[in-house]
């Protein structure tokens, strides 16, 4: 028995429909293959509706993403704002224990290039500190701050969600069903048509005729069809697992570089902590030591 294509997890619904309706068109016009249209029919209002759910999700993870640049478009001028403001106190010392507790070693930049990601990390470990800070100008940004976070976070959750949404659509849920019931619909309509043929040998209808209502692909070889097409393709692989590992290494410097800045801003928070504790005290003694010194004498 001659095999027909079947339809796996990348392909396509659009490619599926295709194929379907070339199919149901040849049935529709052959005179001898009536009786098989009403089952095999049936099998277009699902993949339609499949394909409907696919635009829908589609939809929702590109808003879900653009809520998310909106949302980053909104966090990186206050971030800008409240990193100046600090320049501004620590009278542009970048080493200030101050400035250190918030940006640590990390350059304004590198804080402000992700879109979100590690960039919400930080503007969430701001919103205590600032809403802690003495200075009214840096303590005035706790509140916007955490409102813009809150948004950042309400956006990130969402681009998760549709993007499992659609995850879970294709290798789980209905897109799924639809390419197994028509793979099911296309072998059970094959082994139908194989069956006529045979029980009709005085029509005598050609030896692909089954295999005929079918769309033929033609794969060409994954790595190549010739000597030269293999070693062009083998290059291209070779060149891009060298980006990727240039890639995974600069990934994993960056992530060591943050960890740096974290302990470096960590211990910047204590320090100033300490000074902080410290001037308080002093300013306690100086006052205690002005009221004595200012006492009458009886």
């Given at each position: 028995m001659s095999r027909i294509a079947t339809f796996g997890t990348d392909d396509t619904l659009p490619t599926v429909r295709t194929a379907y309706l070339y199919t149901l068109s040849l049935l529709l016009k052959?005179?001898?293959?009536?009786?098989f249209v009403a089952a095999f029919q049936s099998l277009g209002p699902v993949i339609d509706a499949a394909i409907k759910t696919q635009s829908n999700l589609d939809d929702a993870s590109v808003i879900a993403s653009a809520a998310r640049v909106a949302a980053d478009d909104a966090l990186d001028p206050l971030l800008g704002q409240i990193i100046n403001a600090l320049l501004i106190v620590t009278r542009n010392d970048r080493e200030d224990p101050l400035?250190?507790?918030?940006?640590?070693?990390?350059?304004?930049?590198e804080i402000l290039r992700?879109?979100?990601?590690?960039?919400?990390?930080?503007?969430?470990?701001?919103?205590?500190?600032?809403?802690?800070?003495?200075?009214?100008?840096?303590?005035?940004?706790?509140?916007?701050?955490?409102?813009v976070v809150a948004t950042g976070q309400a956006a990130e959750k969402e681009v998760k969600s549709t993007d499992k949404a659609l995850s879970d659509f294709r290798l789980l849920g209905e897109r799924k069903k639809v390419v197994d019931a028509v793979n099911a619909g296309r072998?059970?309509?094959?082994?139908e048509l194989v069956k006529f043929q045979h029980d009709n040998t005085g029509l005598r209808l050609p030896g692909d005729w089954a295999e005929s209502f079918f769309q033929r692909s033609v794969k060409s070889a994954k790595y190549g069809a010739t000597v030269a097409q293999?070693?062009?393709?083998?290059?291209?692989?070779?060149?891009e697992t060298t980006a990727a590992q240039e890639n995974l290494a600069e990934l994993k410097q960056k992530a060591a570089e943050r960890e740096t800045a974290?302990?470096?801003?960590?211990?910047a928070r204590l320090d100033l902590a300490a000074s902080r504790k410290a001037g308080k005290e002093k300013r306690s003694q100086e006052k205690a030591l002005e009221v004595e010194a200012n006492k009458k004498l009886k």
């Amino acid at each position: 028995m001659s095999r027909i294509a079947t339809f796996g997890t990348d392909d396509t619904l659009p490619t599926v429909r295709t194929a379907y309706l070339y199919t149901l068109s040849l049935l529709l016009k052959n005179q001898y293959t009536a009786p098989f249209v009403a089952a095999f029919q049936s099998l277009g209002p699902v993949i339609d509706a499949a394909i409907k759910t696919q635009s829908n999700l589609d939809d929702a993870s590109v808003i879900a993403s653009a809520a998310r640049v909106a949302a980053d478009d909104a966090l990186d001028p206050l971030l800008g704002q409240i990193i100046n403001a600090l320049l501004i106190v620590t009278r542009n010392d970048r080493e200030d224990p101050l400035f250190v507790s918030y940006v640590g070693t990390q350059t304004p930049a590198e804080i402000l290039r992700p879109v979100l990601g590690a960039e919400l990390v930080t503007a969430t470990e701001w919103i205590d500190p600032l809403q802690q800070e003495a200075d009214p100008v840096l303590q005035a940004f706790s509140a916007p701050l955490a409102d813009v976070v809150a948004t950042g976070q309400a956006a990130e959750k969402e681009v998760k969600s549709t993007d499992k949404a659609l995850s879970d659509f294709r290798l789980l849920g209905e897109r799924k069903k639809v390419v197994d019931a028509v793979n099911a619909g296309r072998g059970s309509l094959f082994g139908e048509l194989v069956k006529f043929q045979h029980d009709n040998t005085g029509l005598r209808l050609p030896g692909d005729w089954a295999e005929s209502f079918f769309q033929r692909s033609v794969k060409s070889a994954k790595y190549g069809a010739t000597v030269a097409q293999a070693e062009t393709i083998l290059a291209k692989l070779a060149e891009e697992t060298t980006a990727a590992q240039e890639n995974l290494a600069e990934l994993k410097q960056k992530a060591a570089e943050r960890e740096t800045a974290k302990a470096k801003r960590s211990q910047a928070r204590l320090d100033l902590a300490a000074s902080r504790k410290a001037g308080k005290e002093k300013r306690s003694q100086e006052k205690a030591l002005e009221v004595e010194a200012n006492k009458k004498l009886k």
